[in-house]
């Protein structure tokens, strides 16, 4: 019988979500306590592979669990997890859907805070930085809808079959002081470690060492830049994953709270 998992987790621990050798994954602990609780080896399929220290607010990994279990198997996996992974759903499935590829849409959220604040560490992404130019950076934020390639923005171009991304929503927030700022973007697929650069050319464009012209050169060009600079990985959390038969809202309280809080689009 297969199963799909909606869950959220802290990934300042973990070196993303993939297993990997000699690196703590969130995939593996969720694996072992499966193992645990189950006493057989459960394979688990994620929706994505997001990198070292990134979180996710809403995640969905699938399994096929043919053992029999009469009890409470949410009860028990949240009593066996560590604080920072959190199962809110097992949903049984008929057939067998695919957690990563029957997946249509997936959104990211990026937060930057330009204050050293302590609370937000392990949240948010600190950038010293006076005043961000946000109208430039808004400017450019508002062609990414525009253009399908995204081969520039991309870490490993070549592994993959095409570089087409179906961006459907793309938006910079701010907050009232103006010391906060939220880059939301939403797509059919992302690549390797491209919200992370594409927040990183976003950040020099609003310090002004990246034109506008330039930015868009990348996405018309196709070039990879010699230097690709993605963001700090703290601060981005896959935020939510669509699928044709399950839409489901995150559960996450405290991201919800921080997407909500005064922020305004930023207009130009």
Not at 9 to 33: L, T
Not at 35 to 40: G, P, Q, V
Not at 43 to 65: E, L, N
Not at 234 to 262: H, I, W
Request: with cysteine.
């Amino acid at each position: 019988m297969r199963y799909f998992f909606h869950i959220a987790y802290q990934g300042q621990h973990y070196n993303g979500w993939q297993k990997q050798p000699g690196a703590i994954s969130v995939q593996e602990v969720i694996e072992k306590a499966l193992f645990k609780i189950l006493k057989t080896n459960i394979p688990i399929v994620g929706c994505g592979r997001t990198d070292a220290h990134v979180h996710a607010s809403q995640f969905f990994f699938h399994a096929d669990i043919e053992t029999k279990f009469d009890f409470d198997l949410l009860y028990r996996l949240n009593k066996t997890l560590p604080q920072n992974i959190a199962i809110f759903d097992i949903i049984q499935m008929d057939g067998l859907p695919h957690a990563r590829f029957d997946a249509v849409q997936r959104k990211y959220d990026y937060f930057l805070h330009t204050y050293k604040d302590p609370f937000l560490a392990n949240q948010s992404s600190f950038y010293l930085e006076t005043e961000f130019n946000l109208n430039n950076m808004k400017k450019a934020v508002d062609l990414l809808p525009k253009y399908k390639d995204y081969r520039a923005f991309c870490t490993q171009p070549n592994k993959y079959e095409h570089t087409i991304c179906n961006v459907m929503e793309a938006d910079l927030f701010v907050n009232a002081k103006a010391d906060r700022i939220r880059f939301h973007i939403a797509s059919n697929r992302f690549l390797s470690k491209m919200i992370r650069i594409l927040m990183g050319k976003l950040i020099k464009i609003g310090q002004g060492e990246l034109s506008l012209d330039e930015f868009e050169n990348l996405l018309i060009n196709l070039e990879t830049p010699k230097t690709l600079d993605p963001a700090h990985p703290t601060g981005l959390y896959l935020s939510k994953v669509t699928y044709p038969y399950l839409n489901l809202e995150p559960r996450t309280e405290f991201l919800t709270a921080t997407q909500g809080t005064d922020w305004i689009s930023v207009s130009v």
